[in-house]
């Protein structure tokens, strides 16, 4: 996205949001498990009770608390608010629980705002209060709040009320419907509250009842590191990413035991790094290949590699003059030669510094001692042309630091102290918090909304000359006559039509001539306003303690063996948290890539040249909240992200909804002349679920 465009929406930020005002620290509350509610352990034999109460399901005083000196454990305040269905984010506006016997605060999509509101002070809401199923323990709906009901209140049990009317915990019986069953066998979203008094935070949960089934709650994921690279005697065989790229330069620093990547000021792009040795360079007399291979990781499974990372100054030390002068970077997991990558791109500066906000939570550290850790996940791809390879073909790690054209400032070096990459069982289906099953896709583009209006598509095209290394052609939505004096690029066509999964965006490069390899040509969507019909308080934020998977429905009219490189991206804090799938183009790319891309026809096996099926399914990227890599980020006072408004809040901010686009890139690799690029999207959904710990 274009400057222009960021400074527009951030004025348009500023007129419309305002500041909360917080008057001391916030309480943390840890990641709460997802609960199913059975009735397996009162049945008997034949009988089928039908109790669906989970008493002392989590204690309560083990998953949060405030600061040192402040609000004690047992008097913090506990509420809860229910929301959509867990499964597809359908809303439903009947109340199906109680916890500790009593009432949500809110229930259904609409209300969460005013759920919220009222979290402050749940001890202040009589439990009688609409939403209310009955009087329950009577009181307030303070769930720490002791009557006298049979509960202990210091843990929290639930009840599911419509499949067992009633509040307490006694054992009567029930005859609930078939249906009625299977419905809330699907979950609902539930929202668990904690307050001091002034300051709330919160926690998002699936709550479930399943018949027949023991009470559970979700048991933690155990993560598995297979490499582990700390450098402590030499570069342990990883080599310069970019080899002979100018104004930069690698090295190992024996003192703080780190690989290092340099770059010079100057107006000019500069990019270099590092990479671990991959199998394909014993094919060119390189080290052997020590990358994580596919047999390693087995079905089943996804991959996160984590970087250790500190800045140090054009000299070596850790005294940067100006904040803006410390380098940008990405790292990523990468598909055997470049067929495809997951990656995270840091931004954690920008060209004025008009979106730093708090973008300075993102940067590294200038410790070697105290290096900040960044995390990139992949869901691997079960493509034939992968799967086939157990033993060879893997995926290899990268870190790259760069700094562009217009920022010259940026110079010094970004060193890795340590890297490790490993596997963890995928997690159970998240919470649903956006979906565009349901998206007009032709939704009309308006003049001076710059795309944030819910299902608005915004577009930006444009030509580039690698020889002349000019700008040809360029146009947005905003401009699509033509940029700064340069014709629209025609060639590059967006068409959005029809509603839901049987509509769709598409993107097409088709006509674009590469001149060989000599034109690049770039077509770009991003939904910033959501899905249709999402709203400030329903669409999807950036939370602690939590991580995403973005599924992307994507197909391509065009033959695989021609279609160009697509990149499916997220991104929050104001397109400074950049996650991305790329898969890379079919003619200037792999074999790999070919089988990868959506298109029609076969894919082609990269050992033999034989076809192979295309692969077919939803392209997912998965990314970790930005509030894990720095803890003083979820902080509510000073200039730290969690001062703006969280999940549910219907206030409106730029900084923490999380953005989805899609990037058509023709011409990328060489040579191109055979490239056709197109995409179509007829679906998005994000999930959230709890993060996995490392």
């Keep these: 996205m274009n400057k222009g465009l960021l400074t ?6 500023a007129s419309v949001s305002g500041i909360q005002a917080v008057h001391a620290n916030a309480p ?5 498990p997802d609960v199913i509610i059975g009735d397996g352990e009162n049945n008997g034999g034949s009988t089928d009770n039908n109790y669906f109460v989970y008493t002392n399901a989590f204690k309560l005083d083990d998953k949060a608390f405030d600061a040192p000196g402040e609000t004690a454990t047992s008097s913090l305040m506990w509420s809860f608010s229910e929301a959509a269905y867990a499964d597809n984010g359908a809303d439903s506006t009947t109340q199906w629980f109680m916890i500790n016997g009593k009432n949500p605060l809110s229930v259904g999509n609409a209300n969460v705002a005013s759920g919220a509101a009222l979290a402050v002070n749940p001890s202040a809401v009589p439990n009688t209060q609409a939403p209310s199923a009955g009087a329950g323990s009577g009181g307030s709906k303070n769930l720490r709040e002791t009557n006298a009901d049979g509960y202990d209140h210091s843990w929290a049990s639930f009840r599911d009320i419509v499949l067992s009317p009633g509040w307490g915990p006694l054992v009567t019986g029930f005859n609930p419907s078939a249906a009625n069953k299977t419905d809330h066998a699907r979950g609902k979203i539930v929202t668990m509250y904690v307050s001091d008094g002034q300051n709330v935070v919160s926690d998002s949960i699936v709550v479930k009842s399943v018949d027949s089934a023991l009470d559970a709650v979700s048991a933690p994921i155990a993560y598995s590191k297979k490499r582990d690279n700390k450098f402590t005697t030499g570069t342990e065989n990883w080599t310069e990413a970019f080899p002979g790229a100018p104004s930069t330069a690698v090295s190992y620093d024996g003192g703080s035991q780190s690989l290092r990547a340099f770059i010079s000021s100057g107006a000019l792009y500069r990019v270099n790094g590092w990479r671990e040795p991959e199998y394909i360079n014993t ?3 390189g080290p052997p290949g020590t990358e994580l291979k596919y047999g390693e990781v087995g079905a089943g499974n996804w991959i996160r590699a984590k970087f250790h990372l500190f800045a140090q100054d054009p000299a070596g030390g850790s005294s940067f003059s100006a904040y803006n002068k410390i380098p940008n970077f990405r790292i990523r997991i990468s598909g055997a030669i470049f067929s495809f990558a997951s990656m995270l791109d840091i931004q954690h500066h920008s060209q004025n510094g008009q979106y730093d906000k708090y973008s300075h939570d993102l940067a590294p550290t200038t410790s070697s001692a105290n290096a900040r850790v960044y995390r990139v996940d992949m869901d691997p791809p079960e493509y034939a042309n992968y799967t086939d390879a157990q033993t060879t ?4 790690r990268y870190y790259e630091t760069y700094g562009k054209s217009d920022e010259p400032q940026e110079s010094g070096f970004l060193c890795l102290a340590e890297s490790s990459i490993g596997t963890y069982p995928v997690p159970a289906a998240g919470i649903v918090r956006t979906s565009f099953a349901s998206n007009n896709w032709g939704t009309a583009y308006a003049a001076g909304s710059f795309g944030y209006i819910a299902g608005e598509a915004y577009t930006h095209g444009l030509i580039f000359n690698k020889t002349t290394n000019q700008v040809e052609k360029e146009h947005d939505s905003e401009t699509p006559g033509g940029i700064g004096g340069k014709p629209a690029a025609s060639e590059i066509v967006f068409t ?3 509603t839901g999964t049987s509509g769709g965006f598409e993107m097409s490069s088709g006509n674009v001539d590469n001149l060989g390899s000599g034109r690049l040509a770039v077509a770009s969507v991003d939904w910033l306003g ?14 602690p303690g939590k991580q995403y998977r973005v599924k992307y429905t994507a197909t391509a009219t065009v033959p695989r063996s021609t279609n160009s490189q697509i990149r499916f991206r997220a991104s929050s804090m104001v397109f400074q948290y950049n996650p991305r799938l790329e898969v890379g183009g079919a003619v200037g790319g792999s074999a790999i890539s070919w089988g990868y891309l959506p298109g029609t026809g076969n894919g082609k096996d990269f050992l033999t040249g034989g076809a192979l099926p295309g692969y077919s ?8 909240s930005p509030f894990e890599i720095n803890s003083d980020m979820a902080l509510t006072t000073g200039e730290h992200l969690g001062a703006e408004p969280a999940q549910g809040v219907n206030t409106f901010t730029l900084y923490r909804d999380i953005h989805l686009g899609v990037d058509l890139i023709d011409g990328l690799g060489s040579p191109e002349t055979g ?5 179509k999207i007829s679906n998005m959904t994000i999930e959230e679920m709890p993060v996995v710990s490392d």
């Design 675 to 679: 490239e056709k690029g197109n995409v």
């Design 496 to 498: 959005g039509s029809g």
């Design 28 to 32: 943390t509350i840890l990641p709460l």
């Design 530 to 543: 959501g899905a249709t019909g999402e709203t400030n308080a329903s669409r999807a934020r950036v939370m």
């Design 617 to 624: 399914g939803t392209y997912d990227l998965i990314f970790v």
């Design 8 to 13: 527009t929406l951030l004025a348009a930020a």
């Design 283 to 285: 094919f060119f007399g």
């Design 393 to 396: 073909m893997g995926f290899v």
